[in-house]
């Protein structure tokens, strides 16, 4: 439907077919509708757990990003008490109340800026092993008469960043922007295009102005970030964008290279894209793709020792951030 809750004439199969010439998207999962939250946020922690050969019990803080809370089953609403690192900390059974957990709140750039969190409570030696967590259930706040509910995906990714006594690797340098000015309602939550749905907390976006504000900002937050470390977007091995729109990460790409002057710069091998199949998981998406390219499931993309990778994401607020890392 549209805005007006008349429905679209063109038939679905031309809907769909114009939906993957501009996002790129073909695929998208769900959790199963008898589920909260909880489970999938588990499983990928208990996953990060065994990956890093630590004990639960080691962990010093749980940071959980997110958008709106634990999505109840069946469609029931979602909860924000208790917050979801307390529920992730429950689930996990971890003992130690030394062990923190809070939740970060900042639209799709939220786990960069867990992770950048964590980084900081290392460095006051406030912690050594810290859980991130990025998870999604968009299935639950999605309007399914409004065109843009076809982009958005359910997932859950994690990691463990931990202390180290090499003096060299790991975070090296980060940027965030947080306009919230008119930008501030281009993500929104409003009501159904079907005005027979009594439901005023849907996922709504203006995607001209996103489109707008993530090729323009992206760049420059990348930029800052690089700069703070001396680099140009030619030290990077890789990039990995939040994946909302294929298109969209061309633009970013060819918008950074600009900036540095780099007209023959080539981006080939250095963008992997998971939206084709996985559709856009928000604050899950870079984590989840860390995670197949560290096991070999993203085709030829590898990550070798040394190598520079750029985090950037960019959503609702509006935020963008970048986060620079050597492997």
């Known amino acids: 439907m ?30 199963n509708d008898d589920e909260d939250s909880v489970p999938l946020m588990t499983k990928a922690s208990l996953h990060a757990i065994q990956d890093a050969g630590l ?11 997110h958008n709106a809370g634990n999505m109840l089953p069946g469609g029931k609403g979602y909860h924000t008490i208790p917050n979801m690192a307390a529920l992730l900390k ?23 800026q867990g992770m950048v969190s964590a980084h900081q409570a290392i460095q006051l030696k406030d912690a050594r092993n810290v859980l991130v967590v990025g998870i999604e259930v968009a299935s639950r706040f999605v309007d399914v008469y409004d065109l843009d509910s076809m982009i958005l995906a359910d997932g859950c990714g994690a990691a463990i960043v931990s202390a180290s006594n090499e003096m060299s690797g790991g975070v090296i340098s980060y940027a965030t922007y947080s306009h919230a000015q008119e930008d501030v309602s281009c993500i929104y939550q409003s009501s159904s295009y079907n005005k027979e749905i009594d439901n005023f907390s849907l996922f709504k976006m203006n995607g001209r102005e996103v489109y707008k504000y993530a090729t323009i900002w992206l760049p420059r937050v990348i930029k800052e970030a690089l700069d703070k470390a ?26 950074l290279a600009e900036m540095y002057n780099l007209k023959n710069l080539s981006f080939d091998g250095k963008i992997p894209t998971t939206i084709e199949f996985t559709g856009n998981t928000s ?27 750029v985090f950037a994401s960019v959503g609702a607020g509006m935020h963008c951030n970048a986060m620079v890392y050597q492997f």
């Open 230 to 255: 001396s680099l140009t977007a030619s030290d990077v091995s890789m990039f990995l964008f939040h994946q909302a729109n294929g298109k969209m990460l061309h633009a970013i790409a060819n918008n």
């Open 55 to 65: 004990d639960k019990e080691e962990i010093d803080g749980i940071i959980v990003s």
């Open 90 to 112: 429950n689930s996990l059974a971890i003992k130690n109340f030394n062990c923190f957990a809070y939740d970060v709140l900042f639209g799709c750039p939220g786990w960069i």
């Open 283 to 309: 604050v899950a998406t870079i984590p989840n793709m860390l995670s197949m390219i560290r096991k070999g499931e993203l085709g030829e993309f590898k990550i070798r020792e040394g190598d520079i990778v």
């Open 2 to 31: 549209d805005k007006n809750g008349q429905v679209n004439p063109k038939p679905t199969d031309q809907i769909i077919e114009k939906l993957e010439s501009i996002t790129g998207i073909k695929s998208r999962r769900y959790v």
